[in-house]
């Protein structure tokens, strides 16, 4: 895939893109739980002549392993490659290249990669260029990862990024919001000095993309859809415990803007393909339909404001300093282990041992009944689900880490109620 240096334009929705293919680690993962900074790879995209002095907008997409961030990036790239032009997505039968994805199980991406071309656009408002960077990131509670490995993905991506991407499936639940309020609390902690001001919000703009949306008869498919989802969601009431409370004020505290976009399910060509190789051809039209306007939706003129730190904009060589400086943070042992609602980070490693047992239940489910499988009588579903269950429970069982037994059932039983069905009910 070759795209030529561009040359600038007076035109204010022209890109210029560096001749620098393909994306590139700039935080590798060592195998051991510790993270190192590919400083002169970041270096070499950073300090280029056509992003070193220009303000700088850093779109990143975390969350879940498996659940489609690095196929949402080459979306992004494609809009961004074709000028943003009415009939960027391409012909329907024209495969996806850029970051690497494929389906599957196992683990695709590790550490934070950015595409190495970043893509220069002109503010028609103030006439100001800024460099549009895409960064991807490791997914969270991988069976090859602690709870600290994920948290430090996660909230170094929003620390650095002006827009993060939360990429969740099917619809919010409580442990989502837990977990970004575990993953922020690094973020905020590792940001926060003596004399800070509380008052200025540590991160940018959230964005929570729910993929695989069902219940468009509640709330309709979309931003406006997702953001009436989104309000009900974090909604605090009276009634609510207090530690749920927390859980809301703390997102709110923490993000200057916080949105929320609905995309429905992309089809079974997309989910059970082994060799689907990204054509508009494979997808349900009403998925395509949510691409054409989900992207422009985050990468649109009016949304693409420039990565500040402190309230202060900053260029490309700014971020080359702040890259380097929570790195070394994050490589400290003192880095105090935040307190949230889930009291301490065992508790976070019994949510990601359930996330585990999640994955655990999906995959015997789909042995009986997914991909091309034939009908299966209600009876038969019935048992294999059961023993699904026995299995991730048991998987959980010995993934667990707290003395606290009845935290632990706490977890299990508030949480298993609501996705051990939901095969069931597809």
Known sequence: MEHPIRNDSSESDSFEVINTNGPVQIIKDNGDHTFSLCENDLSAILMSPVVKDNDVVVVSVAGAFRKGKSFLLDWFLRYLMN?????????ADEELTGFKWRGGANRETSGIWMWGQPFLKTNPKTGKKVAILLMDTQ??????????????????????SSIQVYNISQQIQEDDLQYLHLFTDYGRLAMQSEDADISVKPFQRLEILIRDWAF??????????????????????????????EVRKHISNCFEDVGCFLLPY??????????????????????????RN???YYLGESCLKPKQIGGQILKG?????????????????????PKTMLRATAEANNLAALAAAQEKYVEEMEKRVGGDKGYINET???????????????????CKNSEDQNLVLNIWRSSSPTWKTSTLTI
Request: glycine content about 6%.
């Open 83 to 91: 000028d943003a032009d009415s009939d960027w997505m391409g012909n």
């Open 216 to 245: 468009e008869y509640e709330y309709a498919l979309g931003s406006e859809g997702g953001k009436k989802y989104l309000d009900s969601i974090l909604e605090i009431k009276e009634t609510q415990h207090e530690e749920l409370q």
């Open 266 to 291: 992309p089809g079974r060509k997309v989910a059970s393909k082994p060799d689907f190789q990204g054509k508009l051809l494979d997808m349900d039209p009403d998925f395509v339909d949510g691409l």
């Open 380 to 398: 038969d579903l019935t048992t294999h689900h059961a023993e699904a269950m026995d299995k991730a429970e048991n998987l959980f069982n010995t």
């Open 294 to 296: 989900l992207v422009p």
């Open 139 to 160: 997914g969270t509670f991988d069976n090859q990862s602690i709870v600290r490995d994920s948290a430090t993905i996660f909230a170094l991506s929003t620390m650095l």
């Open 317 to 337: 060589k700014d971020l080359l300093h702040y890259f380097k400086s929570y790195m070394a943070i994050y490589q400290q042992d003192e880095l105090p282990e």
